[in-house]
């Protein structure tokens, strides 16, 4: 999906349909979201897009989207962890009980909460890693034993409330540095950079890229795609702008996506992953150390999921047993929409990303059009199984 | 006495490769007929157009069997008939047991549901025929190989057999389970059951078979009555091809010694108790290419993987020195950082991500080359993988091509560019040319060549003997997980390797 890969594969001139082709299944998933939106904008009479519900939107998904980073991680080397939501869970009714009932600092308590994620996720990686015990089996076992603990650390009861500063973390907004325009100000200013600096990055590549002596995608297409998505973002920032500004969740799932989108295309650790996951042999006798990168995809995974029980807690404002119930499911669906192989060794994190948005644009959108939950889960169901045999079907031919 | 087989001009092709070219075999009733070659002959081939795992229409020639000419669509079609195979991978189920594999796809079943009594019954009588002691309900795994061996001959009585293949069924028994085999194959003929053996081993095939026909690069050679049967005759037979100029030319220019392997012993992995390699010592020189000959199963792949970063076995000693000094080699990365580099055997299990491109392959096994602080340079990776793309002439649209998508030849020379890449001292390349054709295999013979120029130590793995003689300096034998001869290239012949394998085979 690396831009330079697109551009690559058309030296000549009767390659070109080939480009476009490339590029239409890198932005397919896009283009599927933008149209999924459309369709419950105009079901649901324009709710989607209320500013408000927007916001909502970004903040019911954060935790999801920050489990899917680490889970496209797991499934591209090759494995799955079925424990995310218990251990969100648990780590929810960790921090509650020392913010809540020891009075813990929350700065402290959050630490040690992620910490503790570190620990879930190192005691599952050391048995699949190591002694080669199926993912499956082992998270499946982790799903079970983290679910028990939650019940047994609340003692089946809820905890709250969280201090305040703590709750900011979900429900919290960056300052407005400029206020009274009847509009966020400072939210807008960093999505019009933000863009810029996409914009400008995007044109320093191709740039770079033609300096090189590679040929770069029809401009008209470079230009098409950069302002379209471009456009979009600054609509959205806009919209949301125009309500309470940018949620602080937003930021830290947007550095995170950052931070995992460059781990996965320019480092060496991320290059290994895929490569342990395309075939594991050829990568361990590469000189790769395959048992300790595994080990080290689930730690990952483990900080993720306490970082995302943090952030459900902190919705809630109370940790509850049945807090992180089923979140496995949502999020592994979400790498799959993504593109993800189950066999390992293929997926991107930005596919993982849309997916999750996939996901959780059609519960919002299915909620206000009142359409009962069991529905949605058939519905959700059938969308997962057609994105999935749209990707066999498109590979095999 | 009647002809039960006659195959006449059977030609079968694979994309850029003639396997089987105008090749006859004709096998009278009761008669233990072996089919002998070098690895690549076409044995195999034959034998599976014969079974129809290569159904009628997809080869040439015709297959006249029980005096009518068959055409068969599937191995079904076949074993129907009595034409049962027994391939070299033994094709049963561990965990199941022996009455269950034997009937396995042949149930003796009433509306489905399966006599089990009666499949116990029959079971006991086959083991007895095949001259085997066991409980009918032994789990699979529990048996050595030698008797899983029999199991499986046992499965093909079950089946009314008339004509019984072999695929190498003893190259990984130990002499007596060997012997009780052979014996049994000599019962089956008083019966009135034909065999056809393949077979390595020369010394089992004079000692069973009444004919011989020799296989050489997918046609007949000749078929040998009894009379006329010989070591001389079959080695000289099998290997009489001119090398010509299927290897490019090269003077050698041989430096200090490079790289030494003392007194290296290996363990199985499975079975930790058994010794594969046996006190290894070999040693290649700056500019110098070294082969290992040795049949299937002498332990050559073992040796190497056991030396690259212990890829290979338990228990492993010895040491390994490169310039004189003894160097780490337990960890692949180690092995690697110290200059050694393994091309494997099977580049598609070992060798490549065939779901990612040319680029990415090439770089695996040194990204620090391409990287700064874990971060990777991609123009810089771009251009290493465009250097080796064109030095090692790989055809492709370009390196972002899948891997899965390239000829072996290709593949075989992303494997090499991704070893160069990590800059080796020391090549270990096992089989470098299998399954790649002649041109392809000229070119990575060119490689080589440029390889050992550059005073680079190269030991070349290959069960072809002739491009052992044609593009080495100098030749280890290996058998048994021993060395067992050691020749320069410019006295060695195939018939002196040869002679080298069974000397030892008789010595064991």
């Not at chain 1, 379209?228 to 919209?239: D, H, K, N, S, T």
């Not at chain 2, 997809?58 to 074993?79: A, L, N, T, V």
């Not at chain 2, 002691?133 to 046992?154: C, R, S, W, Y």
């Not at chain 2, 070992?350 to 990415?360: F, M, S, W």
Request: with cysteine; glycine share 10%; aromatic share 8%.
């Amino acid at each position: 999906m690396s831009e330079l890969a697109t551009a690559e594969t058309k030296p000549a001139k009767p390659k070109q349909s080939l480009s476009l082709y490339s590029n239409f299944r890198d932005y397919g998933l896009l283009m599927a979201l933008i149209l999924i939106m459309l369709f419950f904008q105009s079901t649901t009479d324009g709710t989607l897009f209320r500013p408000v519900n927007l916001t909502n939107l970004v903040l019911q998904n954060s935790y999801i989207i920050i489990m899917a980073l680490g889970m496209l991680l797991v499934i591209v080397a090759g494995h799955i962890d079925l424990s995310v939501g218990s251990v969100a869970g648990f780590i929810g009714g960790l921090s509650a009980v020392m913010m809540v009932q020891w009075h813990i600092h929350y700065i402290p308590a959050a630490l040690l909460c992620l910490v503790a994620g570190a620990v879930i996720g190192a005691a599952q990686g050391y048995w699949v890693a190591y002694h080669k015990i199926p993912s499956f089996i082992v998270t499946l076992a982790g799903m079970l034993v983290f679910k028990g603990l939650t019940l047994a650390l609340l003692g089946g009861r809820s905890i709250g409330p969280f201090p305040p500063q703590f709750q900011l973390l979900s429900s919290g907004f960056i300052p407005d540095f400029f206020p009274g325009h009847g509009i966020h100000v400072t939210s807008m200013l960093i999505g019009v950079i933000l863009v810029g600096l996409m914009i400008y990055s995007s044109i320093h590549r191709r740039i770079k890229r033609e300096r090189h002596g590679y040929e770069g995608e029809p401009f008209m297409l470079f230009a098409g795609k950069n302002l379209v998505i471009g456009g979009l973002a600054l609509f959205l920032c806009y919209l949301m702008a125009s309500y309470k500004g940018l949620p602080n969740v937003l930021i830290v799932m947007a550095v995170l996506i950052a931070l995992f989108t460059f781990v996965t295309r320019h480092t060496t650790i991320g290059r290994r992953v895929y490569a342990m996951g395309g075939n594991e042999k050829a990568a361990k006798l590469s000189g790769i150390r395959t048992e300790r990168l595994t080990f080290l995809t689930f730690v990952n995974m483990g900080v993720l999921a306490a970082l995302a029980g943090l952030i459900f807690a902190a919705r809630l404002n109370t940790a509850t047993p049945k807090a992180g119930l089923g979140f496995e499911l949502d999020v592994i669906a979400a790498v799959f929409i993504g593109g993800a192989s189950a066999m390992g060794g293929v997926g991107q994190v930005m596919g993982a990303v849309i997916g999750a948005f996939i996901m959780g644009v059609m519960n919002n959108g299915m909620s206000i059009m009142g359409i009962n939950i069991d529905w949605q889960q058939v519905i959700k169901g059938l969308v997962l199984l057609s994105a999935v045999v749209f990707d066999v079907y498109n590979k095999n031919k | 006495m009647n002809t039960i087989l006659e195959m006449r001009n059977i030609s079968k092709s694979f994309p850029g490769v003639k396997a089987l070219d105008n090749v006859n075999l004709s096998v009278t009733e009761g008669e233990i007929h072996a089919v002998v070659g070098e690895n690549g002959a076409g044995k195999s081939t034959l034998m599976k157009v014969l079974s129809g795992v290569y159904p009628h229409g997809s080869y040439e020639g015709e297959i006249c069997y029980c005096g009518e000419e068959r055409q068969f669509r599937g191995i079904h079609d076949s074993e129907r008939l009595g034409i049962i195979i027994i391939h070299q991978e033994l094709a049963l189920v561990p965990l199941l047991s022996i009455t269950e594999n034997i009937f396995l796809g042949n149930e003796q079943a009433r509306y489905g549901i399966i006599d089990w009594e009666y499949a116990e019954k029959r079971t006991r009588e086959l083991l007895k025929k095949v001259g085997l002691n066991e409980d009918p309900a032994t789990l699979i795994t529990h048996l050595g190989v030698g008797k899983q061996q029999m199991i499986e001959i046992a499965k093909a009585l079950s089946k009314q057999v008339k004509l019984l293949i072999l695929d190498e069924p003893t190259a990984s028994l130990n002499e007596k389970d060997s012997d009780a085999l052979l014996d049994l194959l000599l019962e089956f003929k008083a019966q009135g059951i034909s065999s056809i053996l393949i077979s390595h081993k020369l010394n089992e095939v004079e000692k069973v078979a009444d004919r011989i026909t020799v296989l050489r690069d997918g046609t007949t050679v000749e078929t040998l009555e009894k009379e006329e049967i010989s070591d001389d005759r079959i080695v000289s037979s099998m290997v009489g091809r001119e090398l010509s100029d299927r290897y490019p030319k090269r003077t050698p220019k041989i430096g200090e010694t490079l790289f030494e392997v003392k007194d290296w012993v290996v363990y199985n992995q499975v079975h930790p108790d058994r010794q594969m390699i046996k006190g290894i010592n070999l040693n290649v020189r700056a500019g110098e290419i070294v082969g290992i000959a040795g049949l299937m199963g002498a332990g050559r792949t073992e040796f190497a993987m056991s030396v690259f970063g212990k890829s290979y076995g338990r228990r492993i000693s010895g040491e390994v020195l490169l310039h004189g000094r003894k160097v780490d080699v337990s960890t692949v990365g180690k092995a690697v950082e110290n200059g050694i580099a393994y091309v494997t055997e099977d580049r598609k299990t070992y060798g490549l991500n065939l779901i990612d491109h040319i680029k990415h392959n090439v770089t695996l096994a040194n990204l620090k080359g391409v990287s700064s602080s874990g971060v990777i340079d991609d123009y810089a990776e771009l251009k290493v993988a465009n250097d080796y793309r064109r030095k090692t002439n790989i055809r492709s649209s370009n390196v972002y091509q899948l891997t899965g998508n390239l000829s072996g030849g290709n593949q075989q020379k992303v494997v090499l560019s991704k070893w160069l890449f990590a800059g080796p001292e020391l090549l270990i390349l096992d089989e470098p040319t299998r399954g790649i054709d002649v041109g392809a295999k000229y070119e990575i013979y060119e490689i080589i060549n440029k390889l050992a120029n550059e005073g680079k130590g190269i030991l070349v793995i290959s069960s072809e003997m002739p491009e052992l003689l044609g593009i080495c300096d100098r030749i280890y034998v290996m058998n048994e997980g021993r060395l067992v001869g050691e020749m320069p290239a410019s006295e060695a012949s195939q018939e002196k390797i040869m002679r080298a394998i069974v000397r030892a085979e008789v010595r064991v």
